[in-house]
């Protein structure tokens, strides 16, 4: 009688009911942290774009090659990975359990992929003389924007790598279920997301020509 | 359990994700054409590469990400919060040219 009492409930979704969204509690939880995250991100891009539309001047120091050819396959890379993570959520869902633990591994490595590629690209900038507050260029607040923007998506990128990590583990084991799996997909789209408004807005905007 | 039935209902097959992907790269492409061949002005390109990226996220959310596959609940609670926050940000954005008409030096 109670379980009868409950699907009476949620029924009438725009009552309210038991589960007004039809998702599970780690989904929903997941996407309120996207929403939130897409604020910060978006609030960085904004500063960004920001500062530099009342700079006098802004440089524009990324060359074709490497630059803008390395960014470009950055952005190949994280995509791809997207699409392995979207397939192992697919092959979860099937209940293909070694299949989607296969995907999410190679999600991971497009994730490692992504961070060495990056870290490449930081060191080098490096290398010339680009600080969080100094650069040859005599713009501080473009060292200080692009570490700053690159640095907190990069973060999110191997805070991710880890977090795929646990839920393949968990997943092979059987500890954790296909929602787990789906939920994790989410905060990697995310992440690919926000890099297609970094990639053009902080390299394409900058090419050095 | 109802979340589940609905979600495979609507969830698109492996062709579907791999022809998003593959939209997503010729985006990319354009975005990469656009930067280098200087067809319109600095304000006219960014407009573009932004109206492409908000494609590329609209695609993402709604087919990787599975949104369009949701009750329609979970969508009007989500998107338009975050657009119209979004769009608040913006507020601050004309005082940005304030340096640069009023010449002061920064």
Known sequence: MAEGTLQAVQATVWDGGVSPYAVGNKKLGMWLFIASDSLTFSALLVGYSYVRLAAPQWPAPFHFWPSIVVATLMTLVLLSSSLTMVLGVRASQRGERRQAVRYVLLTMLGGLAFILLHANEWRELIHEGVRLWANPWGVPLFGATFFTLTGLHMLHVASGVVYLGVVAAGFARGRFTHEDVEVSGLYWHFVDLVWMFIFPLVYLLSVAL | ?106
Not at chain 2, 13 to 21: D, N, P, R, S, T
Not at chain 2, 33 to 59: N, P, R
């Open chain 2, 1 to 106: 359990m109802n979340a589940v039935a609905e979600h495979e209902a609507g969830a698109g097959g492996a062709a579907l994700y791999v022809m998003v992907w593959v939209y997503l790269l010729g985006l990319t492409a354009v975005e990469v054409f656009l930067a280098y061949e200087h067809f319109f002005s600095t304000g006219v390109m960014l407009a573009i590469l932004m109206a492409l990226s908000v494609v590329k996220a609209g695609l993402i959310v709604a087919y990787f990400m599975h949104l369009k596959f949701e009750r329609m609940n979970l969508i009007l609670s989500l998107v338009p919060a975050v657009v119209i926050v979004i769009s608040l940000l913006f507020a601050f954005f004309p005082d940005g040219f304030r340096v640069l008409e009023l010449g002061v030096k920064p």
